[in-house]
């Protein structure tokens, strides 16, 4: 492998003060040290700029580009517009990676030229009094380590999303091949960039190894659970193909997914967004393809019939 290659760490930042600092510092401390980072500011209001610029006058690989605020997919595709890696990487602003992380992804692609994107596994985190309680990560857990052929881990990642955003390196190449991140959805577009690029023959590599650090934040999950079945819902509406994965598959996760995504919703009190879920919910019951009929009329009558 090229001891030139350049890996561009992409970081968008919205108000992000509280932990922007630890998450460049991990950054300055990998082992492979031919990277760059760019720190995208999304319209942040607190002194986040402020820290970004410290960090930037000890080390002139990082780059500070500021935006009005559009969301961060908008944010990371400004990042890939100005990188000039041959690898990308996305780290959000509260994460962090183990110092090893980019160095032993690199050394996959060093031996396997058919792979597009390397992943591996990683921990949750919380932190309490200046120490990191550690759990498994909020994936389901990955079994197959190695190489995945694209049409594997097509069929995997259209039953859950198996990496988050921070666990992946990838060939620039790819973004510029099938596209960068979809605007117009803020919630699993990681997992939509990661399924598109199976369904266009990009074949992955799984690490056993967990080089990578989530940041739980209770009250953020809680208040986005019922956005993020949806952001999963269209991500997979979007990419339904027969001739990677059978009908009857589909039919399995829609339902599944249909499930749980009406319950939420009126949890959240969100009846009228629950509708079109619940017609076909019930369609596919009263088919007989579901054999949840009785759960969907109580859901029914939920929607129509109760104000809860």
């Known amino acids: 492998m090229n ?7 992409i970081i968008p930042s919205y108000n992000s003060e509280q932990y922007i600092a630890d998450t460049l510092q991990c950054v300055t401390e990998q082992t ?13 209001t607190d002194d986040s700029a402020d820290i970004i610029l410290s960090f930037i006058s000890k080390d002139k690989r990082f780059n500070l580009i500021q935006q009005t605020k559009k ?23 509260d994460d962090l990676i183990a110092r090893t992380k980019l160095s032993s992804q690199l050394e996959v692609f060093k031996t396997n030229d ?30 197959d380590f190695g190489f995945i052929p694209y049409k594997q881990m097509y069929r ?37 960039l990661w399924i598109r690029m199976a369904r266009n023959a990009v074949n992955f590599y799984s690490l056993p190894t967990r080089h990578v650090f989530y940041r739980k934040n209770a009250v953020s999950m809680s208040s986005n659970k019922v956005n993020m079945k949806i952001g999963e819902q269209r991500t997979l509406a979007l990419h339904k193909d027969l001739s990677l994965i059978s009908r009857r598959a589909i039919r399995a996760k829609e339902q599944d997914l249909y499930k749980w995504l ?19 919910y019930i369609r596919e019951c009263t088919q007989g393809k579901c054999p949840y009929l009785l759960r969907a009329i109580t859901l029914w009558i939920r929607v129509y019939i109760t104000k809860r």
């Not at 001891?3 to 760490?9: A, C, E, H, M, T």
């Open 32 to 44: 492979w040290q031919n990277w760059e980072c760019i720190i995208v500011d999304d319209g942040s």
């Open 71 to 93: 969301g961060a997919p908008a944010a990371r595709n400004t990042g890939i517009k100005n990188a000039r890696g041959n690898f990308i990487m996305f780290l959000d602003s």
């Open 156 to 192: 995997k990642l259209f039953f859950a999303n198996r990496l988050t955003i921070h666990a992946a390196l990838i060939k620039k190449e790819l973004l510029t091949q099938f596209g960068n991140f979809r605007e117009d959805l803020l919630y699993h577009e990681d997992h939509e």
């Open 262 to 280: 009406i319950r939420d919703l009126l949890r959240a009190k969100r009846n009228n967004e629950a509708k079109p879920y619940l017609k076909y």
């Open 114 to 143: 058919e792979v597009g994107i390397v992943f591996c596994d990683g921990y949750c985190f919380i932190e309490h009094n200046n120490r990191y309680d550690l759990s498994d990560l909020p994936v389901p857990t990955q079994k």
């Open 3 to 9: 001891s030139d290659f350049l890996i561009s760490i």
